[in-house]
Structures are given as C-alpha cells and as structure tokens.
C-alpha cells in the first residue's frame, strides 16, 4: 500500500477515534483531511471500504508493537505493564460508539477487530501468562489458555457502553482497573512483590 494512502487511513483513524464512524460523512472526512473526495476514492470504493482498511491498518500496527514489546521487555510483568500503559494512553479518548457503530454498520470492519481481540491478544497474553510462569512471576496452577481468553472477553466489557456509561467511566480507569484485577489474580508473592515495587517506582495505585 502507497505511502500517501497509509497516511490518509491513519489521519481518518484520528477522525473515527474523535467522532466516531456514523457521525462521519465522506464528505466530513474528506473536509477534514483537506482533500478532495476524488482523491479519497482513488484508494477506496466506499465508506465501509475506509473503514475496513483504516481497521486493518490499526490492527497491523497494534500487533507489529506488541511483537516489539514482547522482544524488548523479557520479564512477564514489564511487558504487559507497558503494553496496558499504550493501550490506556492510546484508546483512553476512543468515542464511545466506535465498537457499536462498527459491529451494526460496518461488520466487516468488525470482524478484522474481534480477530485481533478473540485471537491476537488472546494468544499475546497466553504467551505472557506462560512466561510469568517459567520465571516465578505468576503463580504455577494457573491454565494460561482459560485465563488469557478469559481477559480476552473483559478487554471488550471495557468499551461496552451499557455496563459502563461514558458519562461516568472513561476507558483508562476502567482498562487499569482491569490490569489490577488480571495481575493480582495470576501474579504469585515473588511478583506481587515485583509489581509493588515497579508501580511505586512509576507513582501509579496497585
């Protein structure tokens, strides 16, 4: 894919994030981006096609970091800390209807995201849980598969809107709310320790 489209997915994605998808014509986005809608139908058919591959691109990017992560940070806690430090700081501001607006209009779209939710990070996880295991960090009676697709399923509660209104919860309290619940219920005493010690280090609650 030619830099110029990367560029104009990437800057929509910012625009879907804001605003959400529905509320956003190809005439808003086009408007927005400073282009020509012509010059946006040179790389899309439509709008469910932007938003299928401004989808794409998200999660191409968003696997590409977390295989970074897992090779820079070799201790289990470290990188699932810093992985939910730019998952929180990165969705933190998502409009709220971005998950409804995908799953009613744009299925599509969707089902690239439920992939990457039900089985990227599902696996990412698992191999975490199983790491924190061979090191001590997590505690050994643990089966890695149940629990990694179990927080799997908790990380889509995050954005529902119904059980946490986006008037009252915004995404960061509730994703690290999660994390606090996940690695308290895994971590044995050598990493509860270890992870006290790095969140006073980072001046963040446990």
């Known amino acids: 894919?030619?830099?110029?489209?990367?560029?104009?997915?990437?800057?929509?994605?910012?625009?879907?994030?804001?605003?959400?998808?529905?509320?956003?014509?190809?005439?808003?986005?086009?408007?927005?981006?400073?282009?020509?809608?012509?010059?946006?139908?040179?790389?899309?058919?439509?709008?469910?096609?932007?938003?299928?591959?401004?989808?794409?691109?998200?999660?191409?990017?968003?696997?590409?970091?977390?295989?970074?992560?897992?090779?820079?940070?070799?201790?289990?806690?470290?990188?699932?800390?810093?992985?939910?430090?730019?998952?929180?700081?990165?969705?933190?501001?998502?409009?709220?209807?971005?998950?409804?607006?995908?799953?009613?209009?744009?299925?599509?779209?969707w089902v690239v995201f439920e992939e990457f939710r039900t089985v990227f990070i599902a696996d990412c996880i698992q191999q975490n849980i199983e790491k924190g295991i061979e090191q001590g960090l997590y505690r050994e009676n643990l089966d890695p598969y149940i629990i990694s697709r179990m927080y799997s399923a908790k990380m889509d509660m995050c954005t529902d809107g119904e059980v946490f209104p986006p008037d009252r919860y915004n995404f960061k309290t509730i994703h690290m709310e999660l994390m606090r619940y996940h690695i308290r219920g895994i971590a044995s005493e050598a990493g509860l320790k270890y992870l006290k010690a790095k969140v006073k280090q980072e001046n963040i609650e446990l």
């Open 1 to 109: 894919m030619e830099e110029r489209c990367l560029e104009l997915l990437g800057k929509t994605a910012q625009l879907f994030m804001r605003n959400g998808i529905k509320s956003m014509t190809m005439d808003d986005i086009a408007r927005q981006l400073g282009v020509s809608k012509k010059t946006l139908y040179l790389y899309v058919s439509d709008k469910n096609d932007l938003v299928i591959k401004v989808m794409q691109q998200i999660v191409e990017h968003e696997m590409l970091l977390a295989n970074q992560m897992c090779q820079t940070f070799e201790n289990a806690i470290d990188m699932l800390f810093e992985l939910s430090k730019d998952v929180s700081q990165k969705f933190g501001q998502v409009h709220p209807s971005i998950n409804y607006d995908m799953q009613k209009y744009h299925p599509e779209a």
